[in-house]
């Protein structure tokens, strides 16, 4: 499956310009994008769940306009929004059963054994007849990737899908992501939590202010930031002096003073020690820097 | 399919999540307590007497559903429009709407899902009702009229106020708005629109007539589907639109384009529908306006009368086809060139012929012009036979009667009942009189007097042929032979009937007379209710025959009585030109299904409740005694008096009187005519049929309202008889002014002739020309030979004239006297008419024991206090005893005797100014015998009426020019937003003890002052905001005793009061306490308080003031810590 995203623009009635013409391109897999709020993630989600029209531009799924052939690609899709909370008067297996009938469905009991199977899988099974309403806050996003997963679609569209669950959840969450992959599913993960893309994506975007500012694997984004990443052993008044100039990555206190990495395009001086980037270091040395350059040149 | 996979889906949680809201348990719940209770109050074994939905089987699921639909519009409303919100509100909405459905399958799920949950509760609530039904023991069980009702009244109701609220929401976007915009509609439609425009506006079939017979069906297909299409389709429209306009992306252009289709399609069906609606309503009024014009173009032409009539009919399904051989009179003065008559206009003539020779003919509208070729000369007669063929339409038959049912209510409880005419259905016929199904020599309506009718005693033959099983049913004994049925009355009608339905004959010999009942099969529940009077039955019917036959001074002139049972949609509208109702034929009553809208004929029930009063009065009767007792009750309601009137908002909800025997003993064997006046007929026929009724009490007895025939007099005052019936009045107000005017004239014809002697030649004089026509000339010239006078000329004055006498009563006086060693009693008293035309009023005298338990009251009787007796319990009733007349300006000594001590004499002042008409006089204070005393039993002439008692006084009362009302300005908010005065308010109402009038309303009782109209006016206790004033021209200065007039009517209702409790202090106060007058004098304005309870029953003081301005002012306020205020005279006593 080939998806690829041409010239897409956002244009909202109040004048602000959430996408900017956003062109992209991937496959079968998990594809993340990645940015902080408000760079626009979600109308892209949104576009490309066919909840809303872009302003200009297109998104072909193997070809095919989305816009344009809306049933098609409902049909192979599953989505979670970011907000997932509020629920009608259904129980946890109601409310998986109705998205799992208009997921087409339609043997009864069939539907019923795969409720109960992604229940299960979910951690929910216990509460299957809870009313959804009366889920934990977790819960009810266990309970919404769930019901993007029911009738096998093989697109998935998760926004912020980690947002609100605990470290064991999240890991959960992750490995089920990664499990599908394997099945000829696209999933498409919108987070701001770097740590859902580093471990899962095969292929990333970055948005920021509704523009792709990086586009590829989340590797490259890494490799970029090699050599911008340092730990330093500070005194207080140093460290007071090194926050002032330097972008902070981690502050670790220790004795007679603190451990602190940072971000810089050179080497800050105090004895500053490189160390090897990971994808968080990567993200911040990228919008710190690389894009406060663009911006400013 | 995925298409019905997805509204399936879509549906099932949306009827799930509905079921779980609050609002819908809340409903559901309530519901099914209420109408459960219902059920079982309405048609349970245990529950109590409601025939008239009991006797219609189908009564069952339409009151569940029409009680249900309302509270069930409103539900779905409110959940409607929270789909819409609940959806946005809802962030997990987005996921469904991400799936693989279209917009419309979506919102058809949606609707789906509300339709078939309340179809659901529908369902249980209908099967409580079965239940009821099936447990029933005098009720049949109509299973399919619940599917029907089902898809009548709730689908296109839950349908249409969906689609409405979805769009509404889509539009508005706000659900209280929404909310309050719907819920306006669905009052708007319960109050107002209800029956307007054809009930094109009834969405929920709140007025639409529904009641299925058991006999005929709805009997409105036609409209009923029209109708409810109308709605269904529109809410199927707008659930279309819904989709179009929904906030989610379209699936595709296909589904876009299909949705689009779908609306107009249902647009088109919709449109289709409201045409169809509107166009029963339009047609019937074109009909009927076709008929009144084609009237108008020959109610001035000469129609022959036809003596004999020999009717051939074949039924041919919703078809007849037949021929009429008729032989005619001409009893015009002028010769006839063309034979005109009447036939139904769907009804079309084949053929006419005379002696073999075919005639030519014109037919315009409903109206035949046979052209014989020859002149008919005065007194000749003719034979001809017309022949012709079709259906029949019922708008020709009341073409001044628009099907209204707010001006015409027709209904079993709150069910309305659709008005039929005539029916002509493969198993079911009814062709009355009325429909002109057969030549008739006359105009069923005159336009330019509408009062006006021609009536012709035929001699009828009528041959009948139908399909195998079914049996016909007409005038006359009937015989059958090859095929056909045969009737040959032995009277002449003046009019014919026939039926054809699935009968069932009974018959039952009792006197002369031989009773039919022809009934459906099933329907005759009262044998076993009524099972203890079989032996008895003869003797029991003959009996009430001659008890009918005394009160109305003739025998019952025919040799049969058939009882013949009818759809209950068969009825007939009131007509100007006579009080008898269709329902009533000659020697035949078409009686309603299971006698279902009759008062009194839930015999088992009747029979059980007074079972149970029995036991409680430790009475002991046998179970015979307590049917008799009840089917008398039925017969007298139903055929003799028919008093058992239920009103809404002053409209008859039940008509006994369509029922009442009355017209076998006038209006069917006699005729007067005039074609001068023309309501000579309908006048006679008023007053001869009246029934011996009591007087129509006010609501719930406490406060007695105006009698008919003092309304009719009110009618009279603004405008002459002939004034009267040009205006074509509505309800009973002709009646009333036929029964006033009927009244007078024979009150002439005995005050002229001897009260005695002219009703024993009069009763003679009817029998002896029955089954005749008698123009009044020729019984003008009669009675002046016989009686020596003429009352003619009177009948200028007594239709065109509209002045009223007015007569005013004083100095009663009764005596014991001793006239040849008998003790007799001397009744005088004076009697003056101080208007410009002369006038009759009549006496009776009341004797007997004392008047146990009776309460008495005060009222002012030509100046002085009388107490009057307000229930005449404990005496015995005679006849008129007196009739007087009295020339304008003209003063009488009266003088009665009577053998027995009087207790009361009544004053029936007939046509006059006087309110009350009936003034009812106790006669106490009898003085001591006195020997050799002559007797005066006549009338004395005065020179001058008795003066008032004191010649310095001044009265103005509340009918005189000096008193004011002031600007009737409303003080309730709202109605003095929208402008809302009662100046042009004067009708008198009764006092009524809730929603008091916040303006002064004249009032009628006996208990007030007045010279002819004994009224006062009254309001609602308050600030002293509103105020009455007296008003009068002071003759000379000088010293005034002032007078207020306060009356106590001894009905009046106290509040906090204890029934029956005649203990003073647990007795309640009076509604009117405190009363407070401003006094206008030299001295400036002085506020008096007059407590209503320690006031004098009459004239109270208010003091003694000195008065030198032209004119004296007394003021009475509304202020008072009472509930009422009343204002009535204020008088003024020059002191020495």
């Known amino acids: 499956m080939k998806i690829e995203i041409l010239g897409l623009n956002k244009i909202y009635p109040n004048g602000n310009h959430a996408l900017k013409d956003i062109n992209l391109e991937f496959g079968t897999g998990m594809f993340g994008l990645l940015g902080p709020n408000g760079a626009g993630k979600s109308s892209l989600m949104r576009i490309m769940v066919t909840l809303m029209k872009p302003t200009s531009g297109t998104i072909l799924v193997d070809g095919k306009d989305i816009q344009k052939n809306?049933?098609?690609?409902?049909?192979?899709?599953?989505?979670?929004?970011?907000?997932?909370?509020?629920?009608?008067?259904?129980?946890?297996?109601?409310?998986?059963?109705?998205?799992?009938?208009?997921?087409?469905?339609?043997?009864?009991?069939?539907?019923?054994?795969?409720?109960?199977?992604?229940?299960?899988?979910?951690?929910?099974?216990?509460?299957?007849?809870?009313?959804?309403?009366?889920?934990?806050?977790?819960?009810?996003?266990?309970?919404?990737?769930?019901?993007?997963?029911?009738?096998?679609?093989?697109?998935?569209?998760?926004?912020?899908?980690?947002?609100?669950?605990?470290?064991?959840?999240?890991?959960?969450?992750?490995?089920?992501?990664?499990?599908?992959?394997?099945?000829?599913?696209?999933?498409?993960?919108?987070?701001?939590?770097?740590?859902?893309?580093?471990?899962?994506?095969?292929?990333?975007?970055?948005?920021?202010?509704?523009?792709?500012?990086?586009?590829?694997?989340?590797?490259?984004?890494?490799?970029?930031?090699?050599?911008?990443?340092?730990?330093?052993?500070?005194?207080?008044?140093?460290?007071?002096?090194?926050?002032?100039?330097?972008?902070?990555?981690?502050?670790?206190?220790?004795?007679?003073?603190?451990?602190?990495?940072?971000?810089?395009?050179?080497?800050?001086?105090?004895?500053?020690?490189?160390?090897?980037?990971?994808?968080?270091?990567?993200?911040?040395y990228f919008m710190e820097h690389k894009i406060k350059a663009t911006i400013i040149d | 399919m995925s298409f019905l996979h997805n509204i399936r889906t879509v549906a099932q949680y949306e009827s799930r999540t509905l079921r779980r809201s609050w609002f819908f348990r809340l409903f559901s719940v309530g519901g099914l307590v209420i109408m459960t209770f219902m059920n079982i109050g309405l048609f349970s074994p245990v529950g109590g007497d409601s025939w008239g939905l009991q006797a219609i089987s189908s009564s069952v699921p339409y009151v569940n559903l029409y009680l249900l639909n309302i509270g069930q519009a409103i539900v779905v409303i409110f959940l409607a429009?929270?789909?819409?919100?609940?959806?946005?509100?809802?962030?997990?909405?987005?996921?469904?709407?991400?799936?693989?459905?279209?917009?419309?399958?979506?919102?058809?799920?949606?609707?789906?899902?509300?339709?078939?949950?309340?179809?659901?509760?529908?369902?249980?609530?209908?099967?409580?009702?079965?239940?009821?039904?099936?447990?029933?023991?005098d009720m049949s069980v109509d299973l399919l009229s619940y599917l029907q009702y089902l898809l009548i009244i709730c689908v296109p109701t839950i349908v249409f106020s969906l689609g409405v609220a979805f769009v509404l929401m889509q539009v508005i976007r706000n659900q209280a708005v929404t909310f309050m915009v719907l819920l306006g509609y669905a009052a708007l439609d319960m109050f107002y629109l209800y029956y307007r425009a054809g009930w094109i506006f009834d969405y929920m079939a709140f007025n639409l007539p529904l009641v299925k017979s058991g006999i005929a069906g709805f009997g409105n297909s036609g409209l009923i589907a029209n109708q409810r299409l109308l709605y269904l389709f529109s809410g199927f429209a707008l659930v279309m639109v819904t989709a179009l306009l929904f906030k989610r992306l379209p699936q595709s252009k296909l589904q876009r384009v299909v949705t689009t289709i779908l609306l107009i399609l249902c647009s088109i069906g919709a449109i289709f529908a409201g045409f169809g609606t509107w166009n029963t309503h339009s047609a019937r009024i074109r009909d009927k306006k076709q008929v009144i014009e084609t009237n108008r173009a020959f109610e001035n032409r000469k129609f022959p009368v036809i003596e004999t009539a020999?009717?051939?009919?074949?039924?041919?399904?919703?078809?007849?086809?037949?021929?009429?051989?008729?032989?005619?009179?001409?009893?015009?003065?002028?010769?006839?060139?063309?034979?005109?008559?009447?036939?139904?206009?769907?009804?079309?003539?084949?053929?006419?012929?005379?002696?073999?020779?075919?005639?030519?003919?014109?037919?315009?509208?409903?109206?035949?012009?046979?052209?014989?070729?020859?002149?008919?000369?005065?007194?000749?007669?003719?034979?001809?036979?017309?022949?012709?063929?079709?259906?029949?339409?019922?708008?020709?038959?009341?073409?001044?009667?628009?099907?209204?049912?707010?001006?015409?209510?027709?209904?079993?409880?709150?069910?309305?009942?659709?008005?039929r005419q005539a029916f002509l259905t493969d198993d079911f016929v009814l062709l009355t009189p009325?429909?002109?199904?057969?030549?008739?020599?006359?105009?069923?309506?005159?336009?330019?007097?509408?009062?006006?009718?021609?009536?012709?005693?035929?001699?009828?033959?009528?041959?009948?042929?139908?399909?195998?099983?079914?049996?016909?049913?007409?005038?006359?004994?009937?015989?059958?032979?090859?095929?056909?049925?045969?009737?040959?009355?032995?009277?002449?009608?003046?009019?014919?009937?026939?039926?054809?339905?699935?009968?069932?004959?009974?018959?039952?010999?009792?006197?002369?007379?031989?009773?039919?009942?022809?009934?459906?099969?099933?329907?005759?529940y009262y044998r076993k209710s009524l099972s203890a009077l079989k032996d008895t039955l003869p003797q029991l019917i003959s009996g009430i025959m001659r008890d009918l036959e005394t009160d109305f001074s003739a025998r019952y002139p025919f040799s049969t009585l058939s009882l013949v049972e009818v759809p209950v949609q068969f009825y007939s509208f009131p007509r100007m030109s006579t009080q008898t109702r269709a329902e009533v034929q000659p020697a035949m009553v078409l009686l309603p299904e299971k006698l279902s809208t009759l008062e009194g004929a839930g015999f088992g029930k009747r029979i059980t409740r007074q079972k149970k009063r029995m036991v409680r009065n430790n009475e002991v009767l046998t179970d015979k005694e307590i049917q008799l007792r009840v089917f008398q009750n039925f017969v007298q309601n139903t055929f003799i008096t028919g008093e058992q009137f239920r009103y809404r908002n002053g409209v008859a909800w039940n008509e006994p009187v369509r029922y009442r025997l009355g017209s076998s003993f006038y209006f069917f064997k006699n005729n007067f005519w005039s074609d001068e006046f023309p309501v000579i007929n309908a006048v006679f026929e008023t007053h001869l049929q009246k029934a011996k009724a009591p007087e129509q009490s006010g609501f719930f007895g406490f406060s007695s309202s105006l009698t008919e025939n003092d309304q009719a007099n009110l009618y009279l005052k603004k405008a002459s008889f002939r004034d009267v019936l040009a205006s074509n009045p509505l309800g009973d107000t002709l009646r009333q002014v036929l029964t006033v005017k009927g009244d007078y004239l024979f009150n002439l014809f005995r005050e002229k002739a001897g009260i005695d002697k002219f009703d024993i030649w009069f009763r003679d004089y009817m029998n002896g020309n029955r089954f005749r026509s008698i123009n009044i000339a020729d019984l003008n010239d009669t009675i002046s030979r016989k009686f020596g006078f003429e009352f003619y000329p009177f009948l200028e004055d007594w239709f065109n004239r509209k002045d009223q006498p007015g007569f005013s009563f004083s100095r009663l006086t009764a005596s014991e006297i001793i006239v040849a060693d008998r003790t007799r009693y001397q009744i005088t008293f004076v009697a003056s008419n101080a208007e410009a035309v002369s006038g009759l009023f009549n006496i009776s005298v009341r004797t007997g024991a004392d008047a146990g338990g009776?309460?008495?009251?005060?009222?002012?009787?030509?100046?002085?206090?009388?107490?009057?007796?307000?229930?005449?319990?404990?005496?015995?009733?005679?006849?008129?005893?007196?009739?007087?007349?009295?020339?304008?300006?003209?003063?009488?000594?009266?003088?009665?005797?009577?053998?027995?001590?009087?207790?009361?004499?009544?004053?029936n002042t007939l046509f006059s100014m006087n309110l009350p008409g009936v003034i009812a006089l106790p006669v106490s204070n009898i003085s001591k015998k006195r020997e050799n005393q002559a007797e005066f039993d006549g009338e004395e002439l005065l020179a001058s009426p008795p003066g008032p008692a004191n010649s310095h006084e001044i009265i103005v009362d509340n009918e005189d020019p000096g008193f004011s009302r002031g600007e009737q300005q409303a003080v309730i908010p709202l109605k003095r937003l929208l402008g809302i005065n009662y100046n042009g308010r004067q009708e008198y109402q009764e006092i009524r003890m809730w929603n008091l009038p916040d303006y002064w309303q004249p009032v009628v009782k006996a208990e007030y002052f007045g010279k002819y109209i004994l009224s006062a006016v009254y309001t609602t206790g308050g600030k002293g905001d509103k105020s009455i004033s007296w008003t009068t021209p002071v003759p000379s200065p000088g010293y005034y005793n002032i007078y207020c007039y306060v009356g106590k009517p001894a009905d009046q209702v106290r509040i906090g009061s204890n029934e029956g409790d005649q203990d003073e202090e647990n007795r309640g106060h009076s509604p009117s306490q405190d009363m407070h007058y401003k006094v206008y004098s030299d001295e400036g304005v002085e506020e008096i308080t007059v407590d209503y309870d320690n006031a004098e029953n009459g004239w109270n003081l208010l003091g003694k003031y000195r008065l030198t301005s032209d004119s004296a002012r007394v003021v009475l306020t509304n202020q008072s810590t009472g509930r009422v205020v009343v204002g009535d005279a204020i008088r003024w006593v020059k002191a020495d």
């Open chain 2, 434 to 524: 009325e429909s002109h199904w057969y030549p008739v020599a006359g105009l069923n309506y005159y336009p330019s007097d509408p009062a006006r009718i021609k009536v012709d005693f035929t001699r009828y033959k009528l041959r009948v042929k139908s399909r195998d099983g079914l049996t016909a049913v007409s005038q006359g004994r009937v015989k059958k032979d090859e095929g056909h049925f045969s009737f040959a009355p032995e009277e002449p009608l003046t009019g014919l009937t026939l039926a054809i339905g699935n009968y069932m004959i009974d018959s039952l010999k009792a006197g002369s007379v031989e009773y039919l009942s022809y009934h459906f099969p099933g329907n005759d």
């Open chain 2, 310 to 419: 020999s009717i051939d009919l074949v039924h041919k399904g919703k078809t007849i086809e037949a021929s009429a051989s008729l032989t005619i009179a001409n009893e015009n003065r002028e010769d006839l060139e063309t034979y005109l008559f009447s036939l139904n206009p769907s009804l079309r003539v084949t053929g006419i012929e005379s002696g073999n020779r075919a005639l030519e003919f014109k037919r315009t509208g409903h109206i035949i012009e046979a052209l014989p070729g020859k002149r008919l000369a005065h007194g000749e007669k003719d034979s001809l036979k017309i022949s012709y063929t079709g259906a029949v339409n019922e708008e020709f038959c009341y073409p001044d009667y628009s099907e209204s049912s707010k001006s015409n209510p027709y209904m079993i409880a709150m069910l309305v009942i659709n008005k």
């Open chain 1, 70 to 284: 809306r049933k098609e690609l409902r049909q192979m899709l599953g989505y979670l929004p970011q907000d997932f909370r509020f629920f009608t008067a259904l129980k946890t297996w109601e409310f998986l059963d109705y998205s799992g009938a208009l997921a087409g469905m339609k043997n009864r009991k069939l539907r019923v054994s795969e409720v109960d199977r992604l229940l299960d899988q979910v951690g929910l099974l216990e509460v299957r007849d809870r009313m959804a309403n009366k889920l934990s806050g977790g819960m009810k996003r266990r309970l919404g990737i769930a019901q993007a997963l029911i009738g096998n679609p093989r697109i998935i569209v998760v926004d912020e899908p980690t947002t609100g669950l605990d470290p064991d959840e999240r890991i959960r969450f992750r490995n089920i992501l990664s499990q599908l992959t394997q099945n000829d599913v696209t999933i498409i993960l919108s987070t701001h939590i770097v740590g859902d893309i580093s471990s899962t994506c095969q292929g990333m975007a970055l948005l920021n202010r509704g523009e792709v500012v990086f586009s590829g694997s989340p590797e490259n984004l890494v490799r970029n930031a090699g050599g911008h990443v340092f730990r330093l052993n500070l005194s207080t008044e140093q460290y007071e002096s090194v926050k002032e100039r330097y972008n902070i990555i981690s502050t670790i206190p220790v004795d007679n003073g603190w451990e602190v990495q940072v971000v810089s395009d050179d080497p800050p001086g105090f004895n500053a020690i490189p160390v090897i980037p990971n994808i968080e270091d990567a993200y911040v």
């Open chain 2, 81 to 137: 429009a929270d789909f819409l919100r609940r959806d946005k509100k809802l962030d997990t909405s987005e996921v469904l709407y991400t799936r693989s459905m279209s917009n419309l399958e979506y919102i058809l799920g949606k609707t789906w899902g509300i339709i078939r949950l309340f179809l659901f509760l529908d369902a249980i609530i209908l099967s409580i009702g079965l239940l009821m039904n099936i447990i029933s023991t």
């Open chain 2, 854 to 907: 009776r309460d008495n009251a005060s009222i002012n009787f030509g100046g002085e206090r009388v107490t009057i007796s307000v229930q005449g319990r404990g005496m015995e009733a005679s006849d008129i005893s007196k009739i007087v007349m009295l020339a304008p300006h003209e003063t009488k000594r009266i003088g009665l005797v009577t053998d027995a001590q009087p207790r009361e004499i009544r004053i």
